[in-house]
């Protein structure tokens, strides 16, 4: 079942900044940790950055430092502030959460690219 919709994706140069917004189901947002997740052709889909129900937050080291994972309880919404892009940045990035993820939960994703 599908509770997560991802918006805020699109076309920009390398060096530049996207902001992402995921409104996920308070029933999961109250309980998981809900994190970041990006996936190209032909690779396997990778968390870049997770928070936890208590604010705490964790980033792949391709993205620590210019990527940040935030939340907003009352909208029940997680955004990834995505800053210093790099073309290998480029993927379909998903929200989700992080631990017991089932086939049927994913989202459509939004499209990132990253170029020139």
């Known amino acids: 079942q599908v509770q997560v919709v991802e918006s805020g994706g699109g076309l920009v140069q390398p060096g530049g900044s996207l902001r992402l917004s995921c409104v996920a189901s308070?029933?999961?947002?109250?309980?998981?940790?809900m994190g970041w997740y990006r996936q190209t052709p032909g690779k396997q889909r990778e968390l870049v950055a997770s928070i936890t129900v208590g604010g705490t937050t964790n980033y792949a080291d391709s993205v620590k430092g210019r990527f940040t994972i935030s939340k907003d309880n009352a909208k029940s919404t997680v955004y990834l502030q995505m800053n210093t892009l790099k073309p290998e940045d480029t993927a379909v990035y998903y929200c989700?959460?992080?631990?017991?993820?089932?086939?049927?939960?994913w989202g459509q994703g939004t499209q990132v690219t990253v170029s020139s």
């Open positions: 308070r029933s999961i947002f109250l309980i998981y940790a």
């Open positions: 989700n959460q992080v631990q017991g993820v089932r086939d049927d939960s």
